[in-house]
């Protein structure tokens, strides 16, 4: 190929083993500068962007589904859909003299193999999750998921991962005050993240052991809202850079206690 040009992507797009999307209905748009239309399980993107190889449009590609999926998780409390390359169609934008057969490459991922027992579907979805407008990955947000999905799967404390989480946003801003001005989240809300990491929790879950000597484990309603506001400053960390427009977090966007 003399001048390639990667044309469209598509990705499978997995539902989790407790969901099904059999019912939803295509949705199609535009997220920063690349067309989707996710459909029947797959997802097709067409970069708006000129790229040479599938690499770089992967590179442009991946980071934004990969928001997606967090966000996804973020609002129905599990990775509900994921996607997973599979192909792409790549043409040669200065072809051979016209008796030539123009070059068409079409990339694949390769036979995809899944395996495993058959899971109940618990859920039926009537809509595809649509992509996050101001939500994006970054370093810190991976840092955060980590730590979260960590929590998720029980290798970790909830008040030890929320306290992480706090402490990390105060580390980038410099300070907690600096923090609550950077990030639009209300001072209380941080405030409150701080008491019940520091004064919650039982014998196998307690961050501080004056936690277990002069506190109490972690009510039902306090666990929901540690939980609640830690995906807040997930997604916070994600919405930096469009900070501008979002309203300040406040104790009422969060359960009450």
């Given at each position: 190929?003399?001048?390639?040009?990667?044309?469209?992507?598509?990705?499978?797009?997995?539902?989790?083993?407790?969901?099904?999307?059999?019912?939803?209905?295509?949705?199609?748009g535009?997220?920063?500068?690349?067309?989707?239309?996710?459909?029947?399980?797959?997802l097709?993107?067409?970069p708006?962007?000129?790229f040479?190889?599938?690499?770089e449009?992967?590179?442009?590609?991946?980071p934004i589904?990969?928001?997606w999926?967090i966000?996804?998780?973020?609002?129905?409390?599990?990775?509900?859909?994921?996607?997973?390359?599979?192909?792409?169609?790549?043409?040669?934008?200065?072809?051979p003299?016209?008796?030539?057969?123009?070059?068409?490459?079409?990339?694949s991922?390769?036979?995809?193999?899944?395996?495993?027992s058959?899971?109940?579907?618990?859920?039926?979805?009537?809509?595809?999750?649509?992509?996050?407008?101001?939500?994006?990955?970054?370093p810190d947000?991976?840092?955060?998921?980590?730590?979260?999905?960590?929590?998720?799967?029980?290798?970790e404390?909830?008040?030890?991962?929320?306290?992480?989480?706090?402490?990390?946003?105060?580390?980038?801003?410099?300070?907690?005050?600096?923090?609550?001005?950077?990030?639009?989240i209300?001072p209380?809300?941080?405030?409150?993240?701080?008491?019940?990491?520091?004064?919650?929790?039982?014998?196998f879950s307690?961050?501080k052991y004056?936690?277990?000597?002069?506190?109490?484990?972690?009510?039902a309603?306090e666990?929901?809202?540690?939980?609640?506001?830690?995906?807040?400053?997930?997604?916070?960390?994600?919405?930096?850079?469009?900070?501008?427009?979002?309203?300040?977090?406040?104790?009422?966007?969060?359960?009450?206690?």
């Amino acid at each position: 190929m003399r001048d390639p040009h990667v044309v469209s992507l598509t990705y499978l797009a997995t539902p989790s083993e407790s969901v099904s999307f059999d019912q939803a209905p295509p949705i199609e748009g535009t997220i920063e500068d690349i067309r989707y239309i996710l459909r029947d399980g797959k997802l097709h993107i067409e970069p708006t962007d000129h790229f040479t190889t599938v690499d770089e449009a992967r590179a442009n590609v991946d980071p934004i589904l990969e928001a997606w999926e967090i966000d996804i998780a973020l609002r129905f409390r599990s990775p509900e859909l994921s996607f997973r390359y599979e192909t792409a169609k790549v043409i040669d934008r200065d072809p051979p003299p016209p008796e030539s057969r123009q070059a068409v490459l079409v990339a694949s991922l390769g036979e995809l193999t899944l395996a495993g027992s058959a899971a109940t579907l618990l859920v039926s979805r009537a809509n595809y999750p649509t992509p996050p407008q101001t939500f994006r990955t970054n370093p810190d947000v991976e840092t955060l998921w980590m730590r979260y999905q960590g929590y998720r799967h029980s290798r970790e404390p909830l008040p030890s991962m929320a306290y992480f989480c706090l402490t990390m946003l105060e580390s980038i801003a410099v300070s907690r005050e600096n923090a609550a001005t950077a990030f639009k989240i209300s001072p209380r809300v941080l405030r409150k993240m701080g008491q019940l990491t520091s004064e919650r929790g039982g014998p196998f879950s307690a961050r501080k052991y004056g936690a277990i000597k002069s506190g109490s484990p972690l009510s039902a309603s306090e666990v929901q809202w540690l939980e609640e506001a830690v995906k807040v400053i997930i997604r916070r960390v994600g919405e930096a850079h469009a900070i501008d427009a979002l309203p300040t977090i406040t104790l009422n966007d969060l359960p009450p206690l």
